[in-house]
């Protein structure tokens, strides 16, 4: 296989646009049959432009994931990153995905996210091959890295992406050399990370404020930030910072405290969050210093 082999790039977000870079850094443009990029409306970078640049600037055919034609040029071995959809292959085809958890910790969906939010201080991304149920196929190989809090989202982006164009280049050197064998994963140490939707950015104020400190951070940009009605308005808190509780005789998460220089101290399931900028959702405007000091945060309006 080693000469003729080509791949198939599917390719989104920074972490695609990490393995593009890398796969021509490390190997040549005619390594590569073609790319496919699509647009992930739920960030406000999702690199399709630079992606799609940059195999363009490279000579290597380039297609929207809506307008993929049928005579794609014939390519040995697929490679997925960052992508949600069905890819379908042949029998002379592997389809290899470059996922960021390291499995079987986290299949499934925003596993990186997840990570965040529970405060884990070791995250990866694992290269696997493709199997009838996600993220269940053997294991290729795994990268990690340690991680020490507060992080942003876009740090762990930025901190994993290597992740994925190191394995994503070790995959392609493999497929050069044969076929590689995959380590089969162990079921009974596999945790499960579900979709997230609008509902999921709004603040649950009955958990601890580490936690909720964690969540915002987690869900920040490049995503749209952790959402919160305020006085019947939806607003979006971009940053914010946990301090130790004080005794509260008729806790009620979600109500201000105190105000500290016009930044509200808001009541967590345990501890405090005082909020250091908050913005309209609407209108993209600095919401402190409040109006008024007797205001409640509420979450998910139903």
Not at 161 to 172: F, G, I, K, N, Q
Not at 254 to 259: N, P, R, T, Y
Not at 265 to 292: A, F, H, T
Request: hydrophobic share 40%; with cysteine.
């Amino acid at each position: 296989m080693g000469a003729e082999l080509r791949a198939g790039l599917y390719l989104m977000t920074a972490k695609g646009e990490a393995v593009l870079r890398r796969i021509l850094a490390d190997h040549s443009p005619s390594a590569v049959s073609y790319v496919v990029v699509a647009r992930d409306k739920g960030i406000e970078q999702d690199c399709y432009d630079t992606i799609t640049q940059l195999a363009k600037d490279a000579g290597i055919a380039v297609h929207d994931r809506q307008s993929v034609p049928n005579d794609l040029v014939q390519a040995s071995l697929l490679i997925a990153v960052s992508w949600r959809w069905l890819i379908q292959t042949s029998t002379s085809q592997e389809l290899i995905v470059l996922h960021d958890s390291l499995l079987p910790r986290y299949r499934g969906f925003s596993p990186l996210v997840s990570a965040l939010i529970n405060g884990d201080t070791e995250i990866g991304v694992t290269a696997l091959i493709a199997d009838d149920e996600y993220d269940r196929g053997p294991i290729l190989a795994q990268s990690s890295v340690v991680i020490h809090y507060p992080i942003t989202i876009a740090e762990a982006i930025s901190t994993i992406s290597p992740c994925y164009a190191e394995l994503a280049s070790e995959v392609l050197t493999k497929w050069k050399k044969g076929k590689a064998n995959g380590k089969v994963q162990e079921d009974a140490a596999a945790t499960y990370s579900l979709w997230r939707d609008e509902q999921d950015y709004f603040v649950d104020w009955s958990w601890d404020a580490e936690r909720i400190r964690r969540f915002v951070d987690a869900v920040g940009n490049p995503y749209k930030g952790a959402a919160v009605h305020v006085d019947g308005a939806l607003c979006r808190i971009i940053a914010c910072e946990a301090l130790p509780d004080v005794e509260i005789v008729d806790r009620v998460p979600g109500k201000v405290i105190f105000s500290h220089q016009g930044k509200p101290v808001i009541v967590c399931g345990k501890g405090l969050l005082r909020i250091q900028r908050l913005i309209d959702d609407s209108s993209g405007e600095d919401v402190l210093p409040l109006s008024k000091f007797r205001v409640r945060f509420t979450g998910l309006i139903k």
